[in-house]
């Protein structure tokens, strides 16, 4: 079993690596392999709705010069993805966007019933309405969203502070015990036992 965690900063080793690697090492306790893979920072094209990809692609956006098609070949392999971003007004980053749209209308097949979450980060705000933007893709694709204690939300400005964020962290783990539980459940094995909870670690940001 393998997660694909997708990391749609432009900092490799920023916050939204951060919080995925809590997932991944709280993955790798449930058994199952993951794989970060970065978008990089390199332009990205957007979709230009041309439909050759459904008549001549074979699963791939007819355009190859960035980073789609090899993100979007890992599909196959994978039983389950998380798609993480930083927040910029309010919204994903746009690169993460356009490679997410190409290659799930590209190669759509490769994602039909297979549990998806997102994840945000953010210093302050507008992380809930990032979060519902990277769902709605996995909505139309028919795969089981896997869920949290919270919404998979995670707070830091400079590099690595997500990690002080200790209920972000939590929710990253939560988000990984019942994505495991999922998987379990989705590939036929017989009532997977219930993901155990951690007692809750409430945060807010305020510093005397």
Same mark, same amino acid.
């Given at each position: 079993?393998?997660?694909?965690?997708?990391?749609?900063?432009?900092?490799?080793? =920023?916050?939204?690596?951060?919080?995925?690697?809590?997932?991944?090492? +709280?993955?790798? +306790?449930?058994?199952?392999?993951?794989?970060? /893979?970065?978008?990089?920072?390199?332009? /990205?094209?957007?979709?230009?709705? @041309?439909?050759? @990809?459904?008549?001549?692609?074979?699963?791939?956006?007819?355009?190859?010069?960035? /980073?789609?098609?090899?993100?979007?070949?890992?599909?196959?392999?994978?039983?389950?993805?998380?798609?993480?971003?930083?927040?910029?007004? =309010?919204?994903?980053?746009?690169?993460?966007?356009?490679?997410?749209?190409?290659?799930? &209308?590209?190669?759509?097949?490769?994602?039909?019933?297979?549990?998806?979450?997102?994840? +945000?980060? @953010?210093?302050?705000?507008?992380?809930?309405?990032?979060?519902?933007?990277?769902?709605?893709?996995?909505?139309?694709?028919?795969?089981?969203?896997?869920?949290?204690?919270?919404?998979?939300?995670?707070?830091?400005?400079?590099? =690595?502070?997500?990690?002080?964020?200790?209920?972000?962290?939590?929710?990253?783990? +939560?988000?990984?015990?019942?994505?495991?539980?999922?998987?379990? =459940?989705?590939?036929?094995?017989?009532? $997977?036992?219930?993901?155990?909870?951690?007692?809750?670690? $409430?945060?807010? &940001?305020?510093?005397?």
């Amino acid at each position: 079993m393998k997660v694909l965690l997708i990391n749609g900063s432009p900092r490799k080793n =920023g916050n939204t690596f951060t919080a995925l690697s809590e997932i991944a090492k +709280t993955l790798q +306790t449930e058994g199952i392999d993951s794989e970060i /893979v970065w978008i990089g920072n390199k332009p /990205v094209r957007g979709c230009i709705a @041309c439909g050759t @990809c459904k008549t001549k692609g074979n699963g791939r956006c007819i355009f190859n010069d960035d /980073v789609c098609n090899a993100i979007s070949a890992k599909f196959a392999e994978a039983d389950g993805f998380v798609f993480g971003s930083p927040v910029y007004y =309010g919204q994903p980053n746009g690169a993460l966007l356009a490679i997410m749209q190409r290659a799930f &209308f590209s190669n759509g097949a490769n994602l039909q019933n297979k549990p998806g979450a997102a994840v +945000t980060i @953010c210093r302050r705000g507008g992380a809930t309405a990032a979060f519902e933007a990277l769902q709605m893709p996995m909505q139309m694709m028919n795969m089981p969203l896997a869920t949290s204690q919270y919404w998979n939300i995670a707070y830091g400005r400079e590099e =690595g502070q997500a990690a002080q964020d200790t209920e972000g962290m939590q929710t990253m783990r +939560t988000l990984a015990h019942n994505l495991a539980w999922m998987i379990r =459940g989705l590939r036929g094995e017989n009532a $997977p036992e219930l993901p155990e909870r951690e007692a809750w670690q $409430p945060m807010h &940001f305020i510093r005397n």
